[in-house]
T-cell receptor
Framework: DQQVKQNSPSLSVQEGRISILNCDYT??????FLWYKKYPAEGPTFLIS?????DKNEDGRFTVFLNKSAKHLSLHIVPSQPGDSAVYFC????????????FGKGTKLSVKP | DSGVTQTPKHLITATGQRVTLRCSPR?????VYWYQQSLDQGLQFLIH???????AKGNILERFSAQQFPDLHSELNLSSLELGDSALYFC????????????FGPGTRLLVL
């Protein structure tokens, strides 16, 4: 039973355009969400996070939107660059004293020049 | 560079053997998490240590164990290895626990033949 779902295994976008990566979750106890970027043979690199008390967080070209009622979050990358091509993972934490992350299976983003 | 180090980078061993993976967290981080990424799978949480104590267990097999030492480095021990244990093993660290960003190491690629 997947608690965090990334339903699009891949996404292709033209350089300069917006990339929108989506993530759905089922557990209403999740209170902290993160996006990671991963290149092959490397560890995930933290991009941006959002707490459940917010609905938007922005950092440079990256913006994460959280819709708690729909249990949905999205990552917007504007403008997209070829160097953004990687696998993007959405992750969620239910806080408490554990803090372990539950990951989606990832979306492979390809940004074409 | 996340500041999290893992050794070895690659490990090839035979079924039935035992291996130890090592992780050094970022300076100042008290929490260490271990994750497994198998082929076509997202990252699966294995176990979490905070300041030397086990905090949470995920989908960790009984053949696997971990510990965190007084200097806060951690080791993941995998025994009676099976072909299906071949995977990428990542360590992550954070300052504390809940609502904390986890920073990942480069991973150890384990191949069991």
């Amino acid at each position: 039973d997947q608690q965090v779902k990334q339903n699009s295994p891949s996404l292709s976008v033209q350089e300069g355009r917006i990339s929108i990566l989506n993530c759905d979750y089922t557990n209403s106890m999740f209170d902290y969400f993160l996006w990671y970027k991963k290149y092959p043979a490397e560890g995930p690199t933290f991009l941006i996070s959002i707490s459940s008390i917010k609905d938007k967080n922005e950092d440079g070209r990256f913006t994460v939107f959280l819709n708690k009622s729909a249990k949905h979050l999205s990552l917007h990358i504007v403008p997209s660059q070829p160097g953004d091509s990687a696998v993007y993972f959405c992750a969620a934490s239910d806080g408490g004293s554990q803090g372990n992350l539950i990951f989606g299976k990832g979306t492979k983003l390809s940004v074409k020049p | 560079d996340s500041g999290v180090t893992q050794t070895p980078k690659h490990l090839i061993t035979a079924t039935g053997q035992r291996v130890t993976l090592r992780c050094s967290p970022r300076s100042g981080d008290l929490s260490v998490y271990w994750y497994q990424q198998s082929l076509d799978q997202g990252l699966q949480f294995l176990i979490h240590y905070y300041n030397g104590e086990e905090r949470a267990k995920g989908n960790i097999l009984e053949r696997f164990s971990a510990q965190q030492f007084p200097d806060l480095h951690s080791e993941l021990n995998l025994s009676s290895l099976e072909l299906g244990d071949s995977a990428l093993y990542f360590c992550a660290s954070s300052v504390a626990t809940a609502q904390e960003t986890q920073y990942f190491g480069p991973g150890t690629r384990l191949l069991v033949l």
